[in-house]
């Protein structure tokens, strides 16, 4: 859409909570996933110390042999049930499992990328507030008796339009100034920024 975004370093910081938060969510996931797991192992392990007891009651109890077979068929019935239904459990939970070891790892390689160059960019932008602190009002009150400016001034004067989102100033057409600011930056500042330069400074 031809439009300029700037990112400011409170949105980065909040970019880099947002994968935090995302890395925290992905361990919960595989926290519970584990957990469900483990249940399911559980209840196989119950089982089968069921049958064995199953087993040494029909030893015990030949009479009531029949009747016995017919509940360890249906005990079989259920317990086979569970024990495919738990492992399709586990082959979804291992499936997801690697997903999120993978997205696990790939949000750790962003965070450490990110902290790196965060870990640049701090002292850049406390150099930065530090320089600007220690700019004095009365340069700007100078900068405006300036008949004709630098290349450096000119410069700044057009990264402060962008940076503030002045209009495009119209081209310079005074010809003694002309060579020095042909895009009028320099001349807009004048008008629109020196004006009131401890405005300007806030």
Not at 65 to 79: H, Q
Not at 94 to 112: G, H, P, R
Not at 134 to 151: C, M, Q
Not at 178 to 191: S, T, Y
């Given at each position: 859409m031809?439009r300029?975004?700037?990112?400011?370093?409170?949105?980065?910081l909040?970019?880099?909570?947002?994968?935090?938060?995302?890395?925290?969510?992905?361990?919960?996931?595989?926290?519970?996933a584990?957990?469900?797991?483990?249940?399911?192992?559980?209840?196989?392990?119950?089982?089968?110390?069921?049958?064995?007891?199953?087993?040494?009651?029909?030893?015990?109890?030949q009479?009531e042999?029949?009747?016995?077979l017919?509940?360890?068929?249906?005990t079989?019935?259920?317990?086979?049930?569970?024990?495919?239904?738990?492992?399709?459990?586990?082959k979804?939970?291992s499936?997801?499992?690697a997903?999120?070891?993978?997205?696990?790892?790939?949000?750790?390689k962003?965070?450490d990328?990110a902290?790196?160059?965060?870990?640049?960019?701090?002292?850049?932008?406390?150099?930065?507030?530090?320089k600007?602190?220690e700019?004095?009002?009365?340069?700007?009150?100078?900068l405006?008796?300036?008949?004709?400016p630098?290349?450096?001034?000119?410069?700044?004067?057009?990264?402060?339009s962008?940076?503030?989102?002045?209009s495009?100033?119209?081209?310079?057409?005074?010809e003694?100034?002309?060579?020095?600011?042909?895009?009028?930056?320099?001349?807009?500042a004048?008008?629109?920024?020196?004006?009131?330069?401890?405005?300007?400074l806030r």
């Amino acid at each position: 859409m031809r439009r300029i975004n700037y990112v400011t370093p409170t949105s980065f910081l909040e970019l880099l909570n947002t994968y935090k938060k995302v890395l925290r969510e992905r361990k919960d996931y595989i926290g519970k996933a584990k957990f469900r797991l483990e249940k399911g192992l559980n209840v196989l392990a119950n089982a089968a110390v069921e049958v064995q007891k199953l087993q040494d009651d029909l030893t015990a109890k030949q009479p009531e042999l029949e009747k016995v077979l017919k509940e360890v068929a249906a005990t079989k019935i259920v317990i086979d049930k569970e024990n495919k239904d738990a492992q399709e459990v586990k082959k979804v939970v291992s499936v997801e499992e690697a997903e999120a070891s993978e997205q696990a790892a790939e949000v750790k390689k962003i965070k450490d990328s990110a902290d790196a160059d965060l870990a640049v960019a701090l002292p850049a932008l406390d150099n930065a507030v530090k320089k600007v602190r220690e700019i004095d009002v009365k340069d700007f009150y100078e900068l405006r008796t300036v008949g004709k400016p630098s290349p450096s001034i000119v410069k700044m004067f057009e990264v402060v339009s962008y940076m503030l989102k002045l209009s495009k100033p119209k081209k310079n057409t005074d010809e003694k100034s002309k060579e020095a600011d042909p895009d009028g930056f320099f001349i807009q500042a004048k008008k629109e920024l020196l004006v009131n330069p401890k405005d300007f400074l806030r």
